[in-house]
C-alpha cells in the first residue's frame, strides 16, 4: 500500500495474543482505521483511532501514536473465526490510503 | 441493516468488450468508491465521487470510467476489458465524516 507497512502474514495459536503492528507516513494524517476481511468477502470495519492511545472494544484493542506513525491491533483469547486478514488504512480527506493487509492465521 | 449491493458476484467476459458494473447504497452516503484487489497489492483505488454527477480519478484510473447520476448508484466502466483488469471488485460508501467506508461483497471479474 501508498506508504503504510504492515507484516505480510502471522501465525498464532488458538486462545492466545496477537499484535498486528501497521506504520504510517505521518504527513496528512486524519485518522487510521482497521478492518477484517475474511477470505473471499468484503472487508468489515473494526475500529477507528484519530488520538493517541488504546480504544478496547471486546476482544479487540487497537492502539494510535500519531508522533510515531504507528498503530497496532491486538486481538486476545483467538478464535479459529478470527482467521482473516487484517487492513490497516489511514485517512486522507475523503479517502483511504490501504496497506496490503496482514494474513493471520489461527492454529488449534 | 446498511447495505451496499453490487449487481453480480461473479462476471466471466472477453477482450474487448465493454463492462458494466453496478452499486448501489441504501445509506444516503455522500461518498462512494471504486476499488480492485489483488492479491498482495491491497485494495487500489480506481475511481471516487463525493456528490451526485462528480467524480475523482484514484491511483489507478486508466482503462476505466465511471459514472454516478443518482446518489445511490456509482457505476464502473470497463471501456475495453482486458485480461489485466481481471480482478475482484470492491465498491465502497462513505458519509462525509467520519469516513468508515461499507462494502459491498464484490464482484470477481474474469476476463478470457
Known amino acids: 500500500g501508498q506508504n503504510i507497512d504492515q507484516p505480510t502474514e502471522m501465525t498464532a495459536t488458538e486462545g492466545a495474543i496477537v499484535q498486528i503492528n501497521c506504520t504510517y507516513q505521518t504527513s496528512g494524517f486524519n485518522g487510521l482505521f482497521w478492518y477484517q476481511q475474511h477470505a473471499g468477502e468484503a472487508p468489515t470495519f473494526l475500529s477507528y483511532n484519530v488520538l493517541d492511545g488504546l480504544e478496547e472494544k471486546g476482544r479487540f484493542s487497537s492502539f494510535l501514536s500519531r508522533s510515531k506513525g504507528y498503530s497496532y491491533l491486538l486481538l486476545k483469547e483467538l478464535q479459529m473465526k478470527d482467521s482473516a486478514s487484517y487492513l490497516c488504512?489511514?485517512?486522507?480527506?475523503?479517502?483511504?490510503?490501504w496497506g496490503a493487509g496482514t494474513k493471520l492465521i489461527i492454529k488449534p | 441493516d446498511v447495505k451496499v449491493t453490487q449487481s453480480s458476484r461473479y462476471l466471466v467476459k472477453r477482450t474487448g468488450e465493454k463492462v458494466f458494473l453496478e452499486c448501489v447504497q441504501d445509506m444516503d452516503h455522500e461518498n462512494m468508491f471504486w476499488y480492485r484487489q489483488d492479491p498482495g497489492l491491497g485494495l487500489r483505488l480506481i475511481y471516487f465521487s463525493y456528490d451526485v454527477k462528480m467524480k475523482e480519478k484514484g491511483d489507478i484510473p486508466e482503462g476505466y470510467s465511471v459514472s454516478r447520476e443518482k446518489k445511490e448508484r456509482f457505476s464502473l466502466i470497463l471501456e475495453s476489458a482486458s485480461t489485466n483488469q481481471t480482478s475482484m471488485y470492491l465498491c465502497a460508501s462513505s458519509r462525509q465524516g467520519p469516513y468508515e467506508q461499507y462494502f459491498g461483497p464484490g464482484t470477481r471479474l474474469t476476463v478470457t
Open positions: 488504512a489511514r485517512r486522507s480527506n475523503y479517502q483511504l490510503i
